[in-house]
């Protein structure tokens, strides 16, 4: 079983970057598997409309956001793109630099839970 992780950060250039991979996991009974725990502070829940998009921005805090329902297409100002999915998680860690924009490519709302460490 596998998790997508999409890792949205600031690199050493100050714009924003990504870079895909897995959520590790290990065997915790039959059929099961589990990642390692992390210390939160707040999870939240949020709805946008389909059709929404948001300009330019940073992200708030280093948090986790995992999409329930939509798929967006994230931008940076370099032009990379990268589509999130149902199910996918995407850590977002890009708090300073140039920032990303997002767009729902779909007809349905875009619901997530944000998870900020």
């Known amino acids: 079983m596998t998790i997508r992780l999409v890792h949205l950060y600031t690199g050493a250039d100050g714009e924003s970057h990504f870079t895909e991979g897995t959520i590790g996991m290990a065997p915790v009974g039959p059929g099961s598997e589990r990642s390692t725990a992390e210390p939160v502070q707040v999870a939240s829940f949020e709805e946008t409309a389909a059709g929404s998009s948001l300009s330019w921005h940073n992200a708030p805090a280093r948090q986790y956001v995992?999409?329930?329902?939509?798929?967006?297409?994230?931008?940076?100002?370099?032009?990379?793109?990268?589509?999130?999915?149902?199910?996918?998680?995407?850590?977002?860690?890009?708090t300073t630099g140039g920032g990303h924009r997002w767009r729902l490519v779909d007809d349905q709302p875009w619901r997530r839970v944000y998870v900020t460490q």
Request: proline fraction near 3%; charged fraction near 30%.
């Open 66 to 94: 995992v999409t329930l329902s939509g798929t967006l297409e994230f931008e940076t100002r370099g032009g990379a793109r990268c589509t999130i999915r149902p199910g996918d998680v995407l850590l977002a860690e890009d």
